[in-house]
């Protein structure tokens, strides 16, 4: 099947729609207090993850049957592998900063083609902000347009990331912070408020195909840290630990952090 512009906005309003449904969904529970618990060591789930990705999969999937669907918290039937087109989708992403209150996490959901985001949607409940793309049409928060940030020098960047783990480019005049959702990370960084991403640690695709879409719309590069691109709903769904900026500055931590080891 052969899909066109009009399916890619008919993807985005579907998956924003629902996006914004979930979040209101997580708020709820978290406000009549949550049941919380690990899938694995460090690893937190809560009540309001499963059932936000309840509520996406009753929504998403009657309306796309011939879609496939990845999420963090549904096992892989690999289904997915000979779909047309899938739902990757992190019910909450930032499962620590919401079960311990605070606002760093978004529900995320992308469609995914050939290896490659076609539409995006990720919802920050907490403070009601929106932000969606499709393929070739730019990204957007709250139906504004939003444009990465045109800095192009290592000293002065902002860059989100493990603090710790970044202290050479923080000896060359970076200045690093971080919040909990790698999501959120790229959608700030997509509106220019943070210059880069610079990640430590794999992500699995749940983490990044949304944002992914979002950054790149924006006008930004996300590459993993040797400059390779990040193919989505392979096997298995993981990526090698990211790099976003805009272009000029993606070149810079890129050069910078392949000279040996850049911590």
């Known amino acids: 099947m052969g899909y066109r512009l009009a399916d890619d906005k008919a993807d985005r309003d579907l998956i924003a729609t629902a996006a914004r449904d979930a979040g209101k969904l997580a708020m709820a529970f978290r406000a009549r207090g949550l049941k919380a618990w690990e899938k694995s060591k460090g690893d937190p789930v809560s009540e309001a993850d499963l059932a936000v990705d309840d509520l996406l999969q009753g929504r998403l999937k009657p309306a796309r049957r011939n879609y496939g669907w990845l999420s963090e918290e549904t096992a892989d039937d690999q289904s997915r592998l000979s779909a047309p087109r899938s739902f990757v989708v992190d019910p909450i992403d930032g499962t620590r900063a919401f079960i311990k209150g605070r606002p760093e996490f978004v529900v995320s959901i992308a469609v995914i083609e050939a290896g490659e985001p076609v539409a995006a949607a990720l919802f920050d409940p907490s403070t009601d902000r929106l932000w969606d793309a499709i393929r070739g049409e730019g990204a957007r928060v709250n139906g504004a347009p939003i444009r990465v940030s045109s800095h192009t020098q290592i000293r002065g960047a902002r860059i989100l990331g493990d603090p710790g783990r970044l202290p050479t480019l923080r000896q060359l005049g970076a200045e690093a912070s971080t919040v909990n959702s790698a999501a959120l990370r790229l959608a700030l960084a997509a509106q220019g408020a943070f210059d880069a991403v610079v990640a430590e640690r794999p992500k699995w695709d749940w983490d990044l195909a949304a944002g992914a ?19 989505f709903n392979g096997e298995p769904p993981r ?25």
């Open 213 to 231: 879409l979002i950054f790149t719309e924006a006008g930004g590069v996300i590459t993993s840290r040797k400059g390779e691109a990040l193919v």
């Open 239 to 263: 990526q090698p630990a990211p790099l976003a900026a805009g272009p000029a500055l993606h070149a810079l931590l890129r050069e910078r952090l392949n000279q040996g080891d850049a911590r």
